[in-house]
């Protein structure tokens, strides 16, 4: 059975045609769901051909493998030489048939590696006769989308969550952003969606509070900032992501959730992912709740916390065809290896920094010549 004919009640063609305009497109590429594992299932069940696989970029949570599973497709997971950097070439490395299926989360939803706009395109390209899945769960944190590229190639489907935005975790439903004859496809394969009351009146809150939004999103990247700059005085490693969440790489991940848990401080450990040892995941929360979490660190002994040696996986800074901004400019994105904190620099600014640093063997840097 399709996973999708067990949701009931509530029409949803407002919500829809609200979707659209809040897009800037037409109905007919919008396509509204109710559990994002379900309709990734549904996804896979409709690209599948035989002897095809799921390639997915970068790290990927359960729902992922969920869905994968009973689908019954073959994942693939691809890591570059670092897990903080989407890496186009391990991506194209493992697609083997036109046909294949590549799920990118962009940002990714453990690391918050993310592509180009022009890398997106080639892996679209590279699948003509399947599918690439966009995953733009942090679409409002992040800016860039794929969204762009649907009037030119067809086998793009960008997946949306409608409360992700504001923090809510209880509601999983979110809509599809598609070329209008792949959504009729989509139309043909999944009946109606409709919604549950409850779900609904969220879905419509969310739609409506743009001012909400901004306040929400400001106050995240404000919260992600003062965590950083309080952790890093106390000597834990962090990394900010275009996301809702900042990662920390501790010395004992399992003790430090352990404390942090007496204070009712939720944290996800991500020991368990490839190539992510001693990180741990902190979703921003409130200014209180963050205090909370800063204190249960400044209470707990240093020593499960303090890193002896640094993470100085860099981020790979590629300036070939791939990689391209959307408004011009061309971003490398860098870690700083003490804090890890990513930074976003254009060409011009970089160039700058290496005259700075030719010029400064004190490590200090001369006053501006501007």
Known sequence: MNPLQSISTVAIDDITSLVARKTKTSIGMVWPFADSTDVLTSLLNLYYKPGVKLITAGNVGPDVEIAANR??????????????????????????????????????????????????????????NGALIIDEYYNDHFGLSGFSLLESYSNIVILRSFAAS???????????????????????????????????????????????????LKEVHDEGLRIATELN???????????????LRVADPASVGNNLARAKVTIENLDGYQHLSN????????????????????????????????????????????????????????????????????????????????????????????
């Open 166 to 216: 504001f923090g809510i975790r209880s509601s999983d439903a979110g809509y599809l952003l598609a070329a209008q004859g792949t959504i009729d496809h989509i139309k043909e394969d999944f009946p109606e969606v409709r919604l549950s009351t409850t779900k609904r009146k969220t879905i419509l809150a969310t739609l409506v509070n743009d001012f909400a939004l901004q306040n929400h």
């Open 71 to 128: 689908a019954e497709v073959t994942l693939e997971e691809t890591i570059g030489v670092s897990p903080f950097s989407g890496d186009i070439d391990s991506v194209l490395g493992s697609v083997t048939a036109p046909e294949d299926m590549i799920y990118v989360a962009n940002p990714n939803r453990i690391t918050g590696a993310n592509f180009s706009l022009s890398e997106l395109e080639h892996l679209a390209q590279t699948v003509p």
């Open 233 to 247: 005085r106390l000597g834990v490693q962090c990394r900010l992501t275009a996301t809702d969440f900042i990662l």
């Open 279 to 370: 990180y741990v995941k902190y979703q921003i929360q409130s200014p209180l709740s963050n205090d909370a979490m800063i204190g249960a660190f400044k209470r707990m002994p240093s020593k499960l916390y303090r890193m002896k040696s640094f993470d100085r996986r860099a981020v790979k800074m590629r300036l070939d065809k791939h990689t391209a901004a959307p408004t011009g400019n061309r971003f490398r994105q860098i870690d700083d290896p003490v804090s890890g904190t990513n930074r976003h620099q254009t060409e011009q600014s970089l160039k700058r920094e290496i005259a700075y640093a030719a010029e400064r063997p004190t490590g200090k840097r001369p006053k501006s010549r501007e």
